[in-house]
């Protein structure tokens, strides 16, 4: 399974969590959480989006905007500390134009050579939240200064290439987006993985964009 593929399969997993837990929490009139298989990949990922779980009760930012304060925080920490990857996942039902200025809690990944370690900063309302985590993969870095498209550029791609016109016919959704290297060739391209999912009938939208030109790379409609 390339990399990508793993990106993409982590990101589906964790909407469908989200939007099962959702469902099951309604059903049984209480906070019930649904449990997920406890594979490696799949664990950190899980733990990772119960540290940046989305909420609406307090000011959102932009994808670079967090990544100034999460930076800050990852360098108190271990000043060799790269970032590795940054996600959001915005609450379900949100229409297009909630979803058009980027804004959400992120939660960045950075790795530290020195201590072969890494620690999930969460950015809510201008604060950081570092929490370390233990990791035997190997993890893709890269430089930042080719991340130059933000989440609101990004989301905005994303919904005039299908997003849009999904939210419209899917009714409710969820809306998630992953900023990583994806470098089966060896290019170092930094890429925006974006995908939506429908509630309803599992239904899914995914765009990849370069993140540095906003060129659009890929569109997977499963629909």
């Known amino acids: 399974m390339s990399r990508l593929e793993w990106i993409l399969g982590i990101v589906l997993l964790l909407l469908l969590v989200a939007a099962g837990g959702l469902a099951i929490s309604l059903w049984r009139g209480s906070g019930a959480r649904t449990a997920v298989p406890q594979s490696e990949e799949v664990a950190l990922a899980a733990e990772f989006a119960q540290d940046v779980a989305p909420t609406r009760t307090t000011p959102q930012q932009t994808a670079k905007?967090?990544?100034?304060?999460?930076?800050?925080?990852?360098?108190a920490w271990q000043s060799d500390a790269v970032l590795v990857s940054a996600t959001a996942t915005w609450p379900q039902g949100l229409r297009a134009a909630d979803l058009a200025a980027g804004k959400e809690t992120w939660g960045f990944i950075f790795y530290s050579p020195a201590i072969n370690k890494t620690a999930v900063v969460s950015v809510t309302e201008g604060t950081a939240t570092l929490s370390p985590r233990d990791t035997e993969r190997q993890l893709s870095l890269f430089d930042v200064t080719s991340w130059q498209r933000d989440s609101a550029?990004?989301?905005?791609?994303?919904?005039n290439n299908g997003?849009?016109?999904?939210?419209?016919?899917?009714?409710?959704?969820?809306?998630?987006?992953?900023?990583?290297?994806?470098?089966?060739?060896?290019?170092g391209r930094v890429e925006w993985l974006m995908s939506m999912l429908s509630t309803q009938n599992g239904h899914?939208?995914?765009?990849?964009?370069?993140?540095?030109?906003?060129e659009l790379l890929e569109v997977i409609d499963a629909t």
Do not use: C, K, W
């Open 153 to 159: 550029e990004a989301t905005e791609i994303f919904l």
């Open 204 to 214: 899914s939208l995914t765009i990849r964009i370069d993140a540095a030109s906003g």
């Open 65 to 75: 905007h967090a990544y100034v304060v999460a930076q800050e925080a990852a360098q």
């Open 163 to 187: 997003g849009a016109g999904f939210i419209e016919r899917e009714g409710i959704t969820v809306y998630s987006m992953t900023l990583s290297m994806n470098d089966p060739n060896g290019n």
